[in-house]
């Protein structure tokens, strides 16, 4: 499957292909997680111009723990970003894990107004993702980095979502443990892709594991056509195949796994302004 905006890799962290010719509107997509927190611009059209990635520490289990860093980092994305285009960035969107939407809507949004931009929506992720995957009778799963999100949509919009316990975190503890090497270089090991072949056989009863949970949270769907897989720990080679073997329907993953949230949130704002679909 072909994701929208095939040039993400090209602009994520790269400012020097960024590029806002022409564009006439700019709308900025920013997604919070426990790994990372991603800003993406898009444009009038839903054409991606730039991106920014940073690894960040300031929300666990979905949860905003370090309001004021999450702050700054938004605040430093959306500066930089200004500061490349000669548009101006004044309108955004941004999401929630579902079943933190309580503690955590409000939070986001300020986050997005405190850099001053107009927030046009904060939607939960698995709609977020969907804008672009665009399931019908399915379930999206996003397996991060402590918490594995498992949304269910039937004609189209969600009718299920639930948050297990797992994800990238314990297949970077196997690995630390296994090689005897610390948490952060089991991370640099994992996210290797050249090393895809070597560790699989060491993370696959984990990956195994993280199927089984998505498989009981599944059982009561019997009419499920296909699984989708987005989230950071979807990018191993191999992942998807395991999951597939183990669940038995159909489970791809979009060209960005990682990406696919943020891209949708920033879509988002065109469906607020009525202008893409
Ligand atoms: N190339 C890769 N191969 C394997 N795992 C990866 C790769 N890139 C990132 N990851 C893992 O993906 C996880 C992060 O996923 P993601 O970026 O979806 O999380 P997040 O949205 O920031 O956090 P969460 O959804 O858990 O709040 C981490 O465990 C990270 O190690
Ligand atoms: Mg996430």
């Not at 994520?12 to 919070?32: C, H, I, K, M, T």
């Not at 089991?186 to 996210?191: F, G, L, S």
């Not at 895809?196 to 009419?223: G, M, T, W, Y």
Request: net charge negative.
């Amino acid at each position: 499957m072909t994701t929208p905006g095939l040039d993400l890799d090209k602009l994520v962290n790269q400012p020097e292909n960024w590029n806002f010719s022409d564009a006439r509107q700019l709308y900025a997509g920013v997604d919070l997680g426990t790994y990372k927190a991603i800003t993406i611009i898009i444009d009038e059209t839903g054409k991606p111009r730039a991106a920014r990635m940073r690894r960040a520490k300031v929300v666990r289990s979905g949860l905003i723990v370090d309001y004021a860093g999450a702050q700054n980092i938004v605040s430093e994305m959306i500066k930089e970003m200004r500061a490349a285009s000669q548009l101006p960035i004044e309108k955004g969107a941004t999401s929630y894990p579902p079943q933190t939407e309580y503690a955590n809507i409000d939070a986001t949004r300020y986050i997005l107004e405190g850099v001053g931009l107009e927030v046009l929506n904060v939607l939960d992720e698995p709609t977020a993702a969907n804008q672009i995957l665009k399931l019908e009778n399915g379930a999206i799963v996003d397996v991060g980095v402590g918490t594995t999100g498992i949304a269910v949509i039937k004609d189209g919009k969600i009718v299920f979502a639930d948050d297990e316990a797992t994800g990238g975190v314990h297949l970077s503890l196997v690995l630390a443990g296994n090689y005897k090497i610390s948490y952060e270089e089991a991370e640099e090991v994992k996210i290797d892709h050249q090393k895809s072949h070597e560790i699989l056989p060491i993370v696959r009863p984990v990956i195994e594991k993280i199927a089984s949970i998505v498989d009981a949270c599944l059982q009561q769907f019997n009419d499920l056509t296909e699984v989708c897989l987005v989230g950071g720990t979807c990018e191993l080679e191999g992942f998807t195949e395991i999951v597939q073997k183990a669940l038995s329907i159909k489970t791809f993953r979009p060209e960005f796994p990682q990406f696919t949230t943020p891209l949708g949130i920033a879509l988002s704002c065109l469906d607020e302004n009525g202008g893409h679909s």
